[in-house]
């Protein structure tokens, strides 16, 4: 059985639903189909983004996705408590889902498993084979050797309170909690007046994830906070790549090297927060743009986007080895703690990824929260594969079994 289309979308998240729907929009004539393997679009997954992120017309585009917005968000950290005036939004799954389903309908085939790609055509388990000018790869972050990599872990409860929760804002840090396994925080959004969100999250060297444990310090979390849970309605969970260096070229040049990639497979996210929304928007924009679309040139399109915001961004990257490589694993709080402190328009440039030279001197003068002779090392980005190579999954586990 074989079928025919303009593009094929291969998975269903957040940047290959953005950018079909942005497609559809603008292209209403071309055949689209958008395969994800799962139930729904999106998996189980709440995207978030500052309202700073994005430009007013962006803004307006992804209104109908989001699910709760607040005005205002809070961190928190032993040494002091903060409010940022500037507005907070998020998605969810089912947000993005109900949505996406309105505006390509038939075009979304769930359930969909695919085996094999490439620039024209695509194999699925139930023996299809969809051909397409233009074949798209958004299925997540592949394994790859060439970007050095920490990681962000998290697990996210979404609960329902025996009494009301009282918390206003979103807390997008409270890191007043123990540090484990890294920089830890926990991560809150009121939903209605007696559900939240709760996500334990870590800033961690390696991949390592004991769910189990996670839980039990959510529920020991909210205790503390005074809050009984009555019911667990939702869970999400998830391992964040928080990029310290890479090999773009390398990257960009692999076995399929002609076939367009978006998301996270694109590294098309913020290199410290993880957050992948503002650039799957961006992303988005720059497809529907497009008069035409065939394989070869979209990718080459996407691999020029991609590369130039990967050069814009060395200066996060250069941040991230300093958090993970100068600094202990116990002593990043103090660097987070110290970041907080700063001007409130220059944590807004920061979070949507356009710091100003000023304003990158700012967040590196002063005081040091890492000593001087563990931070200038990681001034290059070639020493950031040495690390990442002692903490791989593989590393890890070798060194456990040492212990």
């Not at 949505?99 to 790609?117: D, H, P, W, Y």
């Not at 996270?264 to 529907?288: E, I, K, M, N």
Request: proline fraction near 5%; glycine fraction near 6%.
């Amino acid at each position: 059985m074989s079928e025919s289309f303009d593009i094929i979308f291969v998975g269903g998240g957040l940047a290959n639903t953005f950018a079909a729907c942005r497609i559809a929009e603008r292209h209403p004539d071309l055949r689209l189909c958008v395969l994800e393997r799962g139930p729904r679009l999106g998996a189980e997954h709440t995207w978030s983004f500052h309202s700073t992120d994005l430009t007013p017309a962006q803004t307006r585009w992804i209104k109908p996705f989001v699910k709760y917005a607040w005005e205002r968000q809070e961190v928190r950290f032993p040494e002091f408590t903060r409010t940022l005036d500037v507005g907070y939004n998020s998605l969810t799954s089912q947000s993005l889902h109900d949505n996406a389903m309105e505006r390509l309908g038939s075009a979304v085939r769930l359930n969909a498993r695919v085996t094999t790609i490439n620039e024209k055509n695509v194999f699925t388990m139930a023996g299809e084979e969809l051909r397409a000018d233009c074949v798209i790869d958004g299925r997540g972050l592949a394994q790859s050797d060439d970007l050095a990599l920490g990681y962000q872990t998290f697990l996210g409860l979404e609960v329902r309170l025996e009494q009301s929760h009282g918390q206003e804002n979103p807390i997008i840090m409270d890191a007043t909690v123990d540090q484990l396994d890294g920089y830890r925080f926990v991560y809150t959004l009121p939903l209605s007046h007696d559900r939240i969100l709760i996500e334990d999250t870590y800033y961690n060297d390696t991949t390592s994830f004991d769910e189990a444990a996670i839980e039990a310090r959510i529920a020991e979390y909210a205790a503390s906070r005074g809050w009984t849970i009555a019911d667990i309605e939702r869970r999400e969970h998830g391992i964040l790549p928080i990029v310290l260096a890479g090999h773009m070229e390398r990257f960009w040049n692999p076995v399929y090297a002609s076939i367009p990639r978006t998301g996270l497979r694109a590294a098309l996210f913020h290199p410290v927060t993880g957050y992948s929304l503002p650039d799957a928007v961006r992303l988005a924009d720059l497809l529907a743009e497009q008069p035409s679309f065939e394989t070869a040139r979209t990718a080459a399109l996407i691999k020029d986007h991609s590369v130039r915001h990967w050069n814009a961004r060395a200066f996060y990257r250069l941040l991230n080895r300093m958090l993970f490589m100068a600094a202990s694993p116990r002593e990043r709080i103090t660097v987070l703690q110290r970041f907080y402190r700063l001007p409130q328009p220059l944590i807004q440039r920061f979070y949507a990824g356009q710091s100003t030279l000023r304003d990158q001197v700012r967040i590196l003068v002063g005081k040091p929260p890492v000593r001087i002779s563990k931070a200038l090392p990681c001034l290059r980005a070639d020493s950031a594969w040495t690390f990442a190579r002692q903490h791989t999954p593989q590393a890890a586990a070798e060194q456990d079994s040492a212990v």
